[in-house]
């Protein structure tokens, strides 16, 4: 019961209302009181609210509580009423409680405790009733329920009283023993349902169950109608009745006859499984669906190398072979994916020891009644010995058609390269190894070569690292091969020698097999085998086939070599007969031609047919020479550069040397053998070489230039009428004698250098201004060009020196340039001498001017000191201080402060104007030094242009550019101050033609230096007329002048020219254009100190 109740008040009269809640203030009961003044209220409230009592008035405004009632019960709610009535009237109490009321108070009696005691009343009166009902109907589904089980389910269930009869028989128990219901109840159990061997265990087993009360599990035969026995898993339990007391043992069994007989089946199975599983001769293993074992026999782990505790932490995989695994996941796929029910292949195993087995392998899947994968059950045959025998059969089978096939090509090639090729290909392919290198050896250089290389697929070539290795870097490897020895290394990091070793790491090498190669009984080589993605045992059957086939290589190198040489001999012959210029023939003893080359019978002019009809003496010119010559054949058996004279066929003669061979054929016949090379043409040569040998010494003897020729060994081979007359010795005084000792005055030192400067630079060289003494004891010049003597093959076998006296040359060159050089003198002296008199003048000027102040300064210093005297006396007189005032007044000593300093100034810069220009002179004459010596250019140029100056001043502004990094030059600076000079006034001359005189209308000159090495180079621009290209080519000739007659000599350049180009090897380059000016290019080559070697 709530703690505070629901009370639902259907009542027409509010003071009642009060009345009552004021009854239940005072009473043992809470309640939350809901109100209803009329009956169409109070049903809508039962309706739709919960309530745990409803008290209900019988009289209501628009009803009563009768017509409540009906509506409650018509609705179905039965919530416990009380009814009040005010009247007493009893009837309306019965009918309302026939209408369903719980109880009913009279108005009159209503008091808290009345009213406490109806409400808890009639409230647990109504709960009382709906849990009985409630209990009720569970007992009564309850009873149906096990009625149901009883009567379906697929247990035994069986009933007994405390006697051991049958009270309760289920329909499976029908089923089960054939027994009906109604017969099987009230039997007694056990002398009727069980077998007579198993009573007395039924009966202390019912009894003790009897006595202990608890349930417990136990399994045992009962008997059919029939009288078979079945076996019941039973469960026993008990019932008792309402006082506790046992009343019935309830027994449910479950007939395990089929599984006990499956159970029995599956046993012997078991045991026959075993039997066989254990003592198979097959590996046999069980593997779950992801390939792990889950057992495995004996034999299985004897063929593997495992015991059954690792195998059973292993899968397939852990143990199959690389190569295999990919295979037989596919296979174990489609076992899995129900497309095959087994599959049967030959693999391969790795054992714990590492050692191959090869298997036969059968895979068949075990399903449960659903079809799904449950185990595998693995059948391993051992097959490794048939397979090695397998093998080996291959092996052989193959190893001797190797051998035929290397046999036959070997029979049949045509060339050794290609043979040795094919052979390494199918011995690689048949054994299966990486690479095969074939190795040959060079005697004379001690080196071994990989001239031949076959690789697997998939392995690199590595012919690079394998070429040219000496023998003293593979020198243990040598020495095994040169002794005839096999090297054989499943390992190559056991090979004793390190060189070797770090050589084959080098490679990739891992394994190495090599069997050295004797052709001719001579060391020619070893075949080596490498392999380089595993380790390879080598049998001694593979080794003995190996051995075999170099044996067949071996002697195919030696046949085919003989039968190259052989080829090569027979072509050699072949192609010397038919391709030789000399005459090749064959005659026997009696002169009977046998064979004569097409060079022969092209010489003779016969055909061969028309020879064969003829004897030998017949194209004798002399028959009777043709005894001589076989005489001397039978005597020495040969001749060697026989002279013989033949006649052609169109008469003409023939001019030969005879060489060649007596030969004995098999039958006995001697023949004659022999090359005959014509010299017809040498015999002609030969004449006109002794008479053009007469003519060229007559020629020599008439040359007016000296001729010396000196042999390799410095002896002289030639000495022409020149030399006699220029160095009063004679031709047969110096003809095969040491040149350097034949007695000729000169600077045999200078010769020397520039002999030995011309046969080591393999050049000619000339000599400018050799000094010699002449017959008559005077001192001559020279000009001594050497020119090497070379063969055909460039080898120096000597030279010859031609020489020229120049002594007579020089003089007029001399005259010629001093000449130049007065003519130039000539050309600036007037130019020099007023350059020089200007500033003399107003040097004289300046120092009158001097001399005229000095008088007057020294008359006032007089009257200075009488007025110092007459200080000395303290009285000065007046007059005289008037006349020294009158006196400064006349001297203008403001103007002589003035002038005078500025005077003295100018002075010293026409001093120093004359100095510099007598300096320039000097520099420009340079007297005395003709030599050539390390000169200043930049220097020179200066100087050139300031004595020049008077030639351009006038006409043209004259700038200089010159690079301060100038080398020095090594030249005759004299010569050169002479070009640049004529160069400066042609270019003033050139301008002078073209601007009138006057400073607005002036050209210009310029001179720039710069260095590009190994040449300095003198550039002098100028913007004169031009030279038109008709005549520029000619600028540089003898006496070529544009100048009007009387105003050049047309010297000038071409000295520059000479001064330049000849005599300092430089050059001169001329750019010119009509209108525009001219620019003279002189390029000068920069000597060191140490290289003054004028090499021409």
Not at 227 to 242: A, P, V
Not at 396 to 409: D, F, G
Not at 635 to 651: Q, S
Request: charged letters at 30%.
């Amino acid at each position: 019961m709530r703690d505070k109740l629901k009370i639902l008040l259907v009542d027409d009269s509010k003071v009642f209302w009060m009345y009552l809640r004021k009854a239940f203030e005072e009473s043992d009961v809470k309640a939350e009181i809901t109100g209803a003044l009329n009956m169409t209220s109070g049903i809508s409230l039962i309706k739709n609210k919960p309530f745990d009592c409803i008290i209900l008035d019988y009289m209501l405004p628009d009803g009563n509580g009768f017509l409540i009632l009906q509506e409650m019960r018509a609705s179905g709610i039965k919530t416990p009423v009380i009814v009040l009535t005010g009247h007493g009237d009893e009837q309306v109490a019965v009918t309302m409680m026939k209408a369903g009321a719980n109880d009913y108070i009279p108005k009159s009696q209503i008091s808290p405790g009345r009213l406490s005691q109806s409400i808890r009343s009639v409230i647990y009166s109504h709960l009382m009733e709906e849990h009985v009902k409630q209990v009720e109907k569970e007992l009564k589904e309850s009873k149906e329920f096990f009625e149901s089980i009883v009567k379906t389910a697929k247990a035994l269930i069986v009933g007994l009283d405390l006697k051991g009869f049958v009270s309760l028989f289920n329909y499976h128990c029908e089923e089960v023993t054939g027994w009906k219901k109604e017969d099987a109840i009230g039997k007694e159990w056990i002398p009727n349902f069980i077998p007579a061997k198993s009573r007395q265990q039924a009966e202390d087993t019912f009894k003790k169950f009897i006595d202990g009360n608890e349930g417990f599990e136990h399994e045992s035969p009962i008997l059919t109608i029939e009288g078979k026995e079945r076996f019941i898993d039973w469960n026993y339990s008990t019932l008792q009745d309402s006082h506790g007391n046992l009343s019935l043992v309830l027994g449910i069994g479950v007939d395990v006859t089929d599984r006990k007989m499956m159970e029995e089946a599956l046993r012997e199975s078991e045991q026959r499984f075993r039997v066989i599983f254990e003592g198979a001769a097959l590996g046999i293993a069980l593997a779950d669906n992801k390939g792990h074992i889950l057992e495995s026999n004996t034999e299985f782990q004897k063929m593997l190398g495992y015991c059954n505790e690792e195998l059973r932490k292993m899968v397939f995989t852990d143990f199959t072979h690389p190569d295999d695994v990919l295979i037989d996941s596919g296979l174990h796929k489609e076992l899995m994916a129900g497309e095959r029910n087994h599959f049967h292949i030959e693999k391969r195993y790795i054992r714990k020891d590492g050692e191959l087995l090869w298997a036969s392998l059968t895979v068949s899947l075990v399903r449960d009644t659903n079809g799904n994968p449950k185990f595998a059950i693995v059948m391993v045959k051992n097959i490794t010995e048939g397979k090695k025998a397998e093998e080996s059969l291959r092996r052989r089978l193959s190893y001797e058609k190797l051998i035929a096939n290397v046999s036959y090509i070997a029979a049949s090639a045509e060339d050794i390269k290609d043979f040795l090729y094919d052979s390494l290909q199918r011995i690689g392919q048949t054994l299966d190894t990486s690479r095969i290198l074939f190795w040959e050896y060079a005697s004379d250089t001690d080196i071994y070569s990989n001239s031949y290389e076959w690789v697997d697929a998939g392995v690199p070539s590595q012919p690079g690292e394998c070429q040219r290795i000496p023998s003293s870097t593979v020198p243990w490897f040598d020495a095994m091969m040169k002794k005839n020895e096999i090297i054989n290394y499943s390992d190559t990091e056991i090979i004793p020698s390190i060189q070797e070793k770090e050589l084959l790491h080098s490679l990739g090498v891992k394994s190495i097999l090599a069997i050295p190669l004797y052709v001719n009984k001579t060391y020619h080589g070893f075949i080596s085998f490498y392999q380089t993605q595993k380790y390879r045992v080598w049998p001694d059957e593979d080794i003995d086939i190996l051995k075999t086939i170099v044996q067949i290589i071996a002697g195919t190198i030696e046949r085919k070599g003989t039968e190259n040489a052989l080829r090569l001999s027979e072509d050699r012959y072949r192609s010397i007969f038919e391709g030789s210029k000399d005459t090749i023939y064959i005659v026997s003893k009696d002169g009977s031609f046998i064979e004569v080359n097409p060079a022969g019978l092209e010489l003779i002019g016969y055909t061969m047919d028309e020879l064969k009809l003829m004897n030998e003496t017949q194209v004798y010119v002399d028959p009777s020479k043709r005894s001589a010559y076989v005489q001397e054949m039978q005597t020495k058996g040969f001749v060697k550069d026989y002279p013989v004279e033949l006649k052609k066929k169109n008469g003409q003669t023939i001019y030969g040397l005879l060489s060649a061979t007596a030969k004995k054929e098999q039958n006995g016949q001697v023949q004659f053998q022999g090359i005959l090379r014509d010299i017809t043409e040498s015999k002609k040569a030969e004449e006109a070489l002794r008479e053009a040998h007469a003519q060229i010494k007559q020629l020599l003897a008439s040359i007016s230039s000296i001729l010396i020729g000196v042999s390799s060994n410095e002896l002289v081979n030639q000495w022409n009428t020149a030399a006699e007359k220029s160095f009063g010795i004679t031709a047969g005084e110096v003809l095969g004698k040491s040149f350097l000792k034949c007695g000729i005055q000169w600077d045999w030192g200078k010769v020397v250098k520039h002999l030995d400067i011309s046969k080591e630079k393999n050049l000619p060289v000339q000599m400018d201004d050799l000094r010699y003494t002449r017959p008559d004891g005077k001192d001559g010049l020279l000009r001594l060009h050497v020119n090497l003597i070379e063969d055909t093959a460039g080898r120096q076998w000597g030279y010859v020196l031609l020489g020229t006296d120049i002594t007579e040359q020089k003089r007029i060159e001399s005259q010629l340039a001093l000449s130049q050089k007065m003519e130039s003198i000539g050309q600036l002296a007037a130019g020099i001498a007023h350059e020089i008199n200007t500033p003399m003048q107003y040097i004289g000027d300046n120092t009158r001017f001097f001399k005229d102040t000095f008088r007057d300064i020294l008359d006032m210093l007089e009257k200075y000191k009488d007025i110092l005297i007459k200080t000395e006396g303290g009285i000065v007189p007046v007059e005289l201080i008037e006349e020294m005032k009158v006196m400064e007044k006349k001297l203008d000593l403001e103007y002589l402060t003035e002038e005078t300093p500025r005077a003295i100034e100018q002075s010293l810069e026409g001093i120093d104007r004359v100095r510099k220009l007598i300096l320039a002179m000097k520099d420009f004459s340079h007297p005395g030094r003709s030599e050539k010596s390390l000169s200043d250019i930049n220097k020179a140029i200066e100087s050139t242009v300031t004595i020049s100056r008077n030639e351009w001043k006038y006409v043209a502004d004259l700038e200089t550019i010159l690079d301060p990094g100038l080398p020095l030059v090594f030249c005759a600076i004299d010569q050169i101050n002479q070009a640049v000079l004529n160069m400066i006034v042609n270019a003033a001359q050139a301008i002078k033609e073209i601007v009138k005189e006057g400073p607005a209308q002036k050209g210009k000159i310029t001179i720039e230096t710069s260095y590009s090495k190994p040449f300095i180079e003198i550039t002098i621009r100028d913007t004169g007329k031009g030279i038109p290209q008709s005549i520029i080519h000619k600028i540089f000739d003898p006496f070529f002048t544009t100048k009007e007659v009387g105003k050049g000599t047309g010297q000038g350049l071409t000295i520059s020219h000479d001064i330049i180009v000849n005599k300092h090897k430089g050059t001169i380059e001329v750019y010119s254009e009509v209108g525009k000016g001219t620019v003279f290019v002189i390029k000068l080559p920069v000597h060191s100190e140490e290289d003054k070697k004028q090499v021409l």
